[in-house]
């Protein structure tokens, strides 16, 4: 695997029902930078969203920045908004720029350039885009974005073109669109709600929209995309979790992109939502010199499935703008599964996933274990890299006659 400078990561420990293994990890940044914050302040989202850093003033009170992230700062503040909520500052190394957290939270100079290819809609979405709310690109799913806002603006983020505020503040008019168009398309039957962050939003709010949605007869699942147990894991409250579990299926996606980031805290918020049913799921992020290391996503990966959550997406960077520098070749994402593959457990291994630019929809990649196809046999390599014969069968008729019986039943 490749080698990699250690950097300070936060003690992982067996999460267990009782939810308190361990100290939580916020704790010295937080007796550092807001030493007059009470344990109910702190432990109170609203508190956390009220007091969040948005401004170089304010950075520059609590984080020593370097004259690259000073530029960053100023340089991009009209491009796309600087927000940090107190718990996810309170993680950052202040002596080491290289912080997988710092470098997802505060803005480099570099963001400010764009770079040839580098798109404002990367994934083609607005030509998708129906209704305010909707974005419609694949058959049988939507894209229901919610709001604009979220507790921390990542620094890779793909939709900074509406979470830079402004865009898409979703009125409750627009809603009632986004679900009308919803309910008047039949072949809908999963419904990612995204943003913005959903978590973001009250509790009354988001009941509101789930239970609009639980009611169209032919949506079938709900997705719901948010950061928030990884950067607020304190608005993961038992009542959010009751309301998610009363309209299930929901699944929880969220976005872990570093073992650092895999708090008490955090996982404590996991596991509430798993213990009430709520499955949960990790799409990270592939980012140059942040975890662009086998050995870096292994780890996150093993502390993520010891609370319950399934590593699922490994996701090649969008090209959006002002994000090059964050970018891997594909072919590293490629050479990280190579290097985990018979070497953990496959429920470890995510797949790698590109979204191709322009509108392309995600393909998923995995490294060639092919060496050559024949008629009556194929070769292959394992991990280790020895050749293996499998050998094809006389028979090659793959239609499944009783598929017509089975459609044919009463319903």
Not at 361 to 384: A, C, I, S
Not at 386 to 402: G, K, L, M
Request: aromatic share 6%; glycine share 6%; proline share 8%.
């Amino acid at each position: 695997m490749d080698s990699a400078p250690q950097r300070e990561e936060a003690p992982q420990g067996r999460a267990s029902g009782s939810r308190a293994v361990r100290p939580p990890a916020s704790e010295a940044g937080r007796r550092r930078l807001f030493p007059e914050a009470t344990d109910a302040e702190w432990n109170d989202w609203r508190w956390q969203q009220r007091h969040a850093v948005r401004s170089l003033a304010q950075l520059e009170r609590y984080v020593p920045l370097t004259p690259q992230e000073r530029a960053g700062v100023q340089e991009t503040a009209a491009l796309f908004r600087v927000g940090i909520s107190p718990y996810y500052l309170s993680l950052i190394d202040p002596e080491h720029p290289f912080c997988p957290v710092r470098m997802q939270s505060i803005p480099v100079q570099e963001e400010a350039r764009i770079r040839p290819g580098e798109l404002a809609d990367p994934l083609g979405e607005d030509k998708t885009r129906p209704e305010e709310a909707i974005v419609h690109k694949y058959p049988d799913r939507v894209l229901f974005l919610a709001l604009d806002t979220c507790s921390v603006y990542c620094r890779h983020c793909t939709r900074r073109r509406i979470t830079k505020g402004g865009e898409a503040e979703l009125s409750k008019d627009q809603m009632r669109r986004g679900i009308a168009y919803i309910r008047n398309h039949p072949e809908v039957r999963d419904v990612l709600i995204s943003g913005g962050d959903p978590f973001i939003l009250s509790d009354g709010r988001l009941e509101e929209l789930l239970s609009a949605l639980h009611d169209i007869p032919h949506v079938e699942m709900i997705r719901i995309g948010t950061r928030v147990p990884v950067c607020l894991p304190m608005r993961v409250t038992d009542a959010l979790a009751l309301t998610l579990r009363r309209y299930a299926p929901v699944y929880v996606v969220t976005h872990f992109n570093h073992p650092k980031e895999v708090t008490p805290e955090a996982s404590e918020a996991c596991q509430r939502l798993v213990d009430h049913g709520v499955p949960v799921e990790n799409q990270a992020v592939l980012m140059r010199r942040l975890n662009s290391d086998a050995r870096i996503i292994q780890e996150l990966s093993h502390v993520l499935l010891r609370i319950r959550v399934r590593p699922y997406y490994l996701h090649q960077m969008d090209v959006a703008q002002g994000c090059e520098h964050l970018r891997t070749p594909i072919s590293k994402g490629l050479e990280i599964l190579q290097q985990m593959r018979g070497h953990t457990t496959g429920l470890a291994v995510p797949h790698l996933a590109v979204d191709l630019p322009g509108g392309g929809g995600k393909v998923t990649l995995q490294p060639d274990y092919v060496v050559e196809r024949g008629e009556h046999e194929t070769v292959f390599r394992n991990y280790k890299g020895e050749r293996y014969v499998y050998p094809e069968p006389e028979e090659t008729d793959c239609s499944c006659p009783y598929d017509e019986v089975w459609r044919a039943r009463p319903r």
